[in-house]
């Protein structure tokens, strides 16, 4: 089991590695290096060598990629070039927000998608189902872009209940955050709680039509302690896997919804320093969301093998 | 004894298909179970067997309605009653057993829990009673300790041991009704026999009634008090047990057991022509009357009703059972074979073959060290003859289907040579094989849906060979693969059909046909009737038989099933975990002496005859694998010596009637132990 | 002539084949509202030309921010240009480039995937790993960086999409040929000697070819969902180059009072998508594959 465990978190640490490699040759292969690209027009004279010389552009790359992987391994991911500021300065607050807003659209997410998908995986085809499936269907397609301007049309415009753009510093407290993130959390939550549901929704009637639940069926088990006993159990465990693929591909839709609310999370920084050409800060960013990915991914393959009874066994059996 | 405990009036349940259409699969079915009585369903898939167990419990699958009659338990219409009233009977008094326990049982529970659910459910018991009662089942279904087995989860347990447990399950509520949907169906030979015995003696034991269903009537033979055959969702006959086994009066009855291979007698059996009507395509007609050679005018209009015979006690339904009662007895006949084998004309050779399918482990990799010593299949000579048919028989993991492979050059041999005519070694290696021997050797496989490309037509699956090898385009390939379908007897219009479109016997015919098309020497069979229908089983075996004495082609025949091997086989080979432990003429294997492992599983054989019993002379332990030393059979021997089996290889000794066997018991002792 | 009548017969078949599929799309009605949505938006784009009713860049500032009305249907936007001629030219750019980025990309990820899924092995293990870590890189970022660095044009665009949305295609067609090549009638082709192109010409592409088209088709909606994204964020086609996305940045700002700019390029946007969406359900659907279990990676 322990071995299992640590085998997951090597290529987890393994992916990372790849992923660093990528970041670090995609910047070396596209045209212009950071300084050129970031400085444009004054990249002449002593302006561009102090920026070299910064970046240690000057050393041969292999010797820089070595360079920073180390410092990025002790946390350390230099300076970025816009605001001439140690970036994990600049990261350290936009993380802390974008965590927030990832987190409350994921629990309140996670939990509304199990609901409506046994909901509609236990009603199939019945009106409850039809309905949610329909807007599931809508939610899920649309981009969250369009439904962030659709409720900031709608909520905070044509209705005034809640404040469209979020006018906050990116260092407010938890509290001056919560109570500026609703349309934030509803436009994320709203594709991502129709992606899971979905999956519930066919987990479940695929675990309705095995022999086992036919059994407890048979043997007299009341409805619902058939579904609570028989049916999610085994419904739920192979969701894990997928559900957290969904939610590392949602990260893409927070940046979005940051720039439509104005968010100052990650994602908006993600713009702001392709924007400025701010290379070594996207560098650090293709680092962290890339960690988010392969941790969430963790995460569910650990949750799956302690839950999963056959491969709990198979594993203290060797 | 007369009390009718369920019964079933006029039922019928179907469903309503794409095009609007009503549809049944099971009709107008009448039937009433007594109290303490075993009654045996039988039927082909498809003829609504299932669907009619399920019914018994007020169940009915989704898609599926009960279009008309009911289901009358205890004096209440078990279709019309709600979920809350069905929970309180299902369970605690009809209990249901199902096929393939693996996928009934929850895979998240405990065994423990599955049991206590049932008990909590149907009893007053508390706790401290019912962990007592759980392990009295556990007990009482003869698994090895109970006291953990109850802490383990399903996947933990071998098929027969998941039986068990859902045996134990279903006694928990102490029924009143057991129904039992093929419940051995998957289980190896001597597993089905001890399970098989288990329900008889639970029938015994808590004197319940018990539906069993099966399409195995060597199954329903040993449990039945009554009979009740289904066709095409009809009951057809139904009476006595020794009554329907010896002298059936419905032709398709009739038909059926005369199509089932026995183990006393050679040759192969006699088979039914056509297959099953599909539900939607039944006509007005009786549905028997495509392949019933008593039909008259009068059944192709008009479907008989089931008619009681007083004398007999009897229901049929048929319109010319009389005829059928004038033969008075089922007389088997069988269709012996013409011997086609070349003594002393070797086409294949396999000389200390072993194969292995451990995989390297890492590190022996790095040291580059084959790290398995003790190989999955070991010690394989085998000499085959032109035109002979060779069967390798064993239960799951024996490594016959293994040996197959390698021979086809699928899987690489570990040691040892395969000799091809001429001495020629054949190499191992699929890739360096010749082309010319790639298509003298071809392969015919258990499962025809998984076998045949479903994206092709029958006229692409046959190209493909004939292309392959001889080159064939236009109107000689045409014509070649028209001449390939009526050889395996399909008409030319199958050319366009896709395997989804045909029967299962239809489908295997095609796979039989590929194999042909590429004129080979020799054709390995991989079970290659364990998929089919029994009506439909004998007529392949009889279309192999007949292709073999026209073409001269040899047969390396892989099965389970011992009357099958008996039927087609001129030699018989018996593996257990990888290694040989007897060969010799099959007419000679199926007497005494025997290598006790042969004893085992023939003994394990159940014959559609109330009268022949099954000898259950070892425990059905599952081995996973093959011993490090000494005989392959020393962990189940009955008849094990001590210390010797463990340690040395058992030598080969030839019986008198030339069938060699590897045991450390003398031979003739052997033979004395075996004739008691 | 034998052969060629057999070839004939076949692609017969073929097209047989496609118009049953079509049939069985259309009896259900979230297919056919999704091939008709779909038809519509095909259509419409290449027709708009010819009847969009103005210049989609002529600037005027008579005209700014003009409530509906019978000479502008939608309105105008802020910089006077009428809202009705770039939402029905809007969709042209959108339809092309993830059209042909979701050919790019059911091309490379279905070779990779087949291909990955017949070597298996070490080979396999790598080519996915090296898959996965490009798949932990947000599409966005990368996206975004590939963009800025390089460019607008559909030249970039197309290629880039049509990488980054093959990556789950790849995943979709190597499950499916480890599920084909365990079947045992590619083990009698193998047994049969048949040439590794061959089988995978003859057995193993038609078994597969389902599943990634249907995936493809899936993929269309999500590229389409991501361009937009692009646009919106200012990273797609540039001004004053038509697009939804971009009328929407656009016009976001306004939206208090000029609701009507935004409300048609949403109404344009969404519609498409779902139409799209729609239709590869009801493909699935018709050929019997369930993928409503598979991550959107």
């Given at each position: 089991m322990l071995l299992l465990i640590l085998k997951r978190?090597?290529?987890?640490?393994?992916?990372?590695?790849?992923?660093?490699?990528?970041?670090?040759?995609?910047?070396?292969?596209?045209?212009?290096?950071?300084?050129?690209?970031?400085?444009?027009?004054?990249?002449?004279?002593?302006?561009?060598?102090?920026?070299?010389?910064?970046?240690?552009?000057?050393?041969?790359?292999?010797?820089?990629?070595?360079?920073?992987?180390a410092n990025v391994v002790r946390g350390d991911f230099g300076y970025s070039l816009s605001g001439e500021m140690p970036i994990n300065e600049v990261l350290g607050p936009r993380v802390k927000n974008s965590l927030v807003l990832a987190s409350v659209s994921i629990l309140i997410g996670i939990p509304l998608a199990i609901?409506?998908?046994?909901?509609?995986?236990?009603?199939?085809?019945?009106?409850?189902?039809?309905?949610?499936?329909?807007?599931?269907?809508?939610?899920?397609?649309?981009?969250?872009?369009?439904?962030?301007?659709?409720?900031?049309?709608?909520?905070?415009?044509?209705?005034?209940w809640l404040p469209g753009i979020v006018i906050i510093p990116s260092d407010a407290t938890f509290y001056e955050l919560l109570s500026n993130i609703i349309l934030p959390v509803v436009a994320i939550s709203m594709i991502m709680t129709a992606h899971m549901a979905r999956m519930v929704r066919s987990s479940v009637i695929q675990v309705m039509a095995s022999d086992y639940v036919q059994m407890a069926i048979l043997k007299g088990v009341p409805y619902w302690k058939m579904v609570f006993r028989h049916v999610l159990p085994n419904a739920l465990l192979p969701a894990i896997n997928v559900v957290a693929l969904t939610i590392a591909w949602l990260l893409g839709g927070v940046v979005v919804t940051e720039v439509v609310f104005n968010y100052p999370g990650l994602g908006r920084l993600v713009i702001e320093s392709i924007s400025n050409r701010d290379l070594p800060v996207v560098q650090a960013l293709a680092i962290i969301l890339a960690s988010i990915y392969v941790g969430i991914n963790l995460i569910a393959d650990l949750m799956t093998l302690m839950l999963n009874p056959r491969l709990k066994s198979l594993q203290i059996k060797k | 004894m007369n009390e009718i405990i369920e019964s079933v009036k006029n039922l019928s349940i179907g469903f309503n298909s794409q095009t609007g259409k009503q549809i049944s699969i099971l009709r107008n079915v009448t039937t009433n179970i007594k109290k303490g009585e075993t009654v045996g369903i039988v039927g082909e898939s498809g003829s609504g067997k299932s669907t009619l167990a399920l019914a018994m419990m007020g169940y009915i699958k989704q898609g599926l309605f009960a279009l008309e009659g009911e289901c009358i338990f205890k004096s209440e219409d078990l279709l019309k009653m709600n979920s809350r009233q069905l929970e309180k009977i299902r369970g605690r008094k009809i209990a249901m057993i199902p096929q393939n326990a693996g996928q009934a049982l929850t895979p998240n529970l405990k065994i423990g829990y599955q049991i206590d659910e049932a008990l909590k459910l149907h009893t007053d018991l508390n706790k401290n009673e019912r962990d007592n009662k759980i392990s009295e089942l556990l007990n009482k279904v003869r698994l090895p300790s109970p006291e953990t087995m109850a802490f383990r989860y399903p996947h933990e347990l071998s098929g027969g041991q998941q039986q068990r447990v859902a045996v134990a399950m279903a006694l928990a509520g102490k029924p009143d009704l057991l129904l039992l949907d093929e419940p051995t169906t998957g289980l190896d030979v001597t597993t089905q026999a001890h399970v098989l015995e288990l329900l008889r003696f639970i029938a015994k034991d808590t004197g319940t009634s018990m539906i069993y269903v099966s399409h195995d009537l060597g199954a329903i033979a040993q449990v039945s008090d009554r009979i009740v055959v289904m066709y095409a969702g009809e009951i057809v006959l139904e009476g006595p047990a020794r009554k329907i086994l010896k002298e059936p009066i419905h032709p398709y009855t009739f038909g059926l057991l005369k199509s089932i291979p026995k183990l006393s007698l050679t040759g192969l059996p006699d088979s039914m022509p056509g297959s099953q009507p599909q539900p939607g395509s039944i006509s007005d007609g009786c549905s028997f009357y495509e392949r019933c050679n008593?039909?008259?005018?009068?059944?192709?209009?008009?479907?008989?009703?089931?008619?009681?015979?007083?004398?007999?006690?009897?229901?049929?339904?048929?319109?010319?059972?009389?005829?059928?009662?004038?033969?008075?007895?089922?007389?088997?006949?069988?269709?012996?074979?013409?011997?086609?084998?070349?003594?002393?004309?070797?086409?294949?050779?396999?000389?200390?073959?072993?194969?292995?399918?451990?995989?390297?482990?890492f590190f022996d990799q790095l040291l580059n060290k084959i790290s398995d010593e003790n190989p999955t299949v070991k010690d394989i000579n085998l000499d085959i003859n032109k035109g002979e048919t060779i069967a390798l028989v064993g239960e799951s993991g024996s490594g016959k289907s293994t040996i197959l492979k390698s021979i086809a050059g699928l899987l690489k041999t570990k040691d040892g040579q395969i000799k091809f005519i001429n001495e020629r070694i054949l190499s191992s290696d699929l890739k360096l094989r010749d082309p010319n021997d790639l298509r003298a050797i071809q392969l015919i496989f258990q499962n025809p849906d998984e076998s045949l490309n479903p994206n092709h037509t029958v006229e692409q699956i046959l190209t493909q060979p004939l292309k392959l090898y001889f080159n064939l385009t236009g109107n000689e390939l045409k014509k070649n693969i028209i001449d390939l379908l009526k050889k395996v007897r399909l008409g030319e219009f199958y050319m366009s059909r896709y395997p989804r479109q045909l029967s299962g016997g239809e489908k295997q015919r095609v796979a039989v046909a590929r194999a042909f098309a590429a004129k080979p020497d020799i054709i390995l069979c991989d079970e290659v009737t364990s998929a089919l229908d029994v009506s439909v089983q004998a007529a392949v075996?009889?279309?192999?038989?007949?292709?073999?004495?026209?073409?001269?082609?040899?047969?390396?025949?892989?099965?389970?099933?011992?009357?099958?091997?008996?039927?087609?086989?001129?030699?018989?080979?018996?593996?257990?975990?990888?290694?040989?432990?007897?060969?010799?003429?099959?007419?000679?294997?199926?007497?005494?002496?025997?290598?006790?492992?042969?004893?085992?599983?023939?003994?394990?054989?159940?014959?559609?005859?109330p009268d022949i019993k099954p000898k259950l002379v070892a425990e059905d332990i599952v081995e996973e694998k093959p011993p490090e030393k000494g005989c392959s059979f020393q962990g189940r021997c009955p008849r094990k010596l001590g210390d010797i089996c463990n340690k040395e290889v058992p030598p080969w000794q030839i019986g008198e009637n030339g069938n060699a066997i590897r045991c450390h018991i003398k031979i003739n002792e052997l033979k004395n132990l075996q004739n008691v | 002539m034998q052969s060629d009548l057999a070839t004939n017969n076949k692609q017969k078949n073929n097209f047989e084949k496609v118009l049953e599929i079509l049939k069985t799309m259309a009896l259900k009605p979230s297919g056919f509202i999704g091939l008709s949505i779909l038809i519509f938006h095909i259509l419409l784009a290449l027709m708009s030309p010819y009847i969009a009713p103005y210049d989609y860049k002529a600037i005027s500032p008579n005209t700014m921010l003009l409530a509906p009305s019978a000479e502008h249907w939608f309105g105008?936007?802020?910089?006077?240009?009428?809202?009705?001629?770039?939402?029905?030219?809007?969709?042209?750019?959108?339809?092309?480039?993830?059209?042909?980025?979701?050919?790019?990309?059911?091309?490379?990820?279905?070779?990779?995937?087949?291909?990955?899924?017949?070597?298996?092995?070490?080979?396999?293990?790598?080519?996915?790993?090296?898959?996965?870590?490009?798949?932990?890189?947000?599409?966005?970022?990368?996206?975004?960086?590939?963009?800025?660095?390089?460019?607008?044009?559909?030249?970039?665009?197309?290629?880039?999409?049509?990488?980054?949305?093959?990556?789950?295609?790849?995943?979709?067609?190597?499950?499916?040929?480890?599920?084909?090549?365990?079947?045992?009638?590619?083990?009698?082709?193998?047994?049969?000697?048949?040439?590794?192109?061959?089988?995978?010409?003859?057995?193993?592409?038609?078994?597969?070819?389902?599943?990634?088209?249907?995936?493809?088709?899936?993929?269309?909606?999500?590229?389409?969902?991501?361009?937009?994204?692009?646009?919106?964020?200012?990273?797609?086609?540039?001004?004053?180059?038509?697009?939804?996305?971009?009328?929407?940045?656009?016009?976001?700002?306004?939206?208090?009072?000029?609701?009507?700019?935004?409300?048609?390029?949403?109404?344009?946007?969404?519609?498409?998508?779902?139409?799209?969406?729609?239709?590869?359900?009801?493909?699935?659907?018709?050929?019997?594959?369930?993928?409503?279990?598979?991550?959107?990676?």
């Open positions: 978190i090597g290529l987890g640490l393994i992916t990372l590695f790849i992923v660093s490699l990528i970041t670090f040759v995609g910047v070396e292969v596209l045209p212009g290096d950071a300084c050129t690209t970031y400085l444009e027009r004054e990249a002449y004279g002593p302006a561009l060598d102090a920026c070299i010389k910064r970046l240690g552009l000057d050393i041969p790359s292999y010797q820089r990629y070595l360079d920073w992987a609901v409506l998908g046994i909901i509609t995986a236990l009603w199939r085809d019945k009106l409850p189902d039809i309905i949610i499936s329909t807007i599931t269907i809508f939610s899920m397609t649309i981009p969250e872009f369009i439904s962030a301007t659709l409720l900031i049309l709608i909520v905070a415009i044509w209705l005034g | 008593l039909a008259s005018d009068k059944c192709k209009n008009n479907s008989p009703e089931l008619e009681y015979l007083n004398n007999l006690d009897t229901s049929v339904r048929c319109f010319n059972h009389k005829d059928l009662i004038q033969e008075n007895k089922l007389h088997h006949s069988t269709i012996t074979r013409k011997d086609t084998v070349q003594k002393n004309n070797n086409v294949l050779n396999l000389k200390d073959v072993s194969i292995t399918y451990a995989k390297q482990k075996l009889n279309l192999l038989q007949k292709l073999k004495e026209d073409l001269g082609t040899t047969y390396i025949f892989v099965s389970h099933d011992l009357a099958v091997v008996r039927a087609i086989s001129d030699r018989v080979a018996v593996l257990y975990q990888g290694r040989l432990c007897e060969i010799g003429p099959s007419q000679n294997v199926y007497n005494y002496p025997s290598h006790p492992y042969t004893e085992v599983l023939l003994g394990a054989v159940l014959e559609p005859d | 105008t936007d802020s910089l006077g240009r009428d809202v009705f001629t770039r939402t029905i030219l809007g969709g042209r750019t959108a339809l092309t480039v993830t059209f042909f980025g979701s050919l790019i990309a059911l091309l490379w990820g279905g070779l990779l995937g087949i291909f990955c899924g017949l070597v298996g092995g070490k080979i396999d293990d790598v080519v996915m790993r090296v898959v996965d870590a490009f798949l932990s890189i947000p599409w966005i970022l990368a996206m975004l960086l590939i963009v800025s660095l390089l460019g607008t044009s559909t030249q970039v665009l197309i290629p880039a999409l049509g990488f980054f949305y093959g990556k789950g295609i790849v995943r979709v067609a190597r499950a499916a040929t480890h599920d084909v090549i365990a079947k045992d009638f590619i083990v009698s082709a193998r047994a049969r000697g048949h040439s590794n192109m061959s089988i995978i010409w003859n057995e193993i592409i038609p078994n597969v070819r389902d599943a990634i088209l249907v995936e493809g088709a899936m993929r269309w909606s999500w590229m389409l969902l991501g361009f937009s994204s692009l646009s919106f964020l200012g990273f797609g086609v540039s001004p004053p180059t038509p697009d939804w996305g971009l009328m929407i940045s656009n016009a976001r700002g306004l939206m208090s009072f000029a609701y009507w700019s935004v409300i048609a390029p949403i109404v344009g946007l969404s519609s498409l998508i779902i139409g799209i969406n729609l239709t590869a359900d009801a493909f699935a659907k018709a050929l019997g594959i369930d993928r409503s279990t598979k991550a959107p990676v």
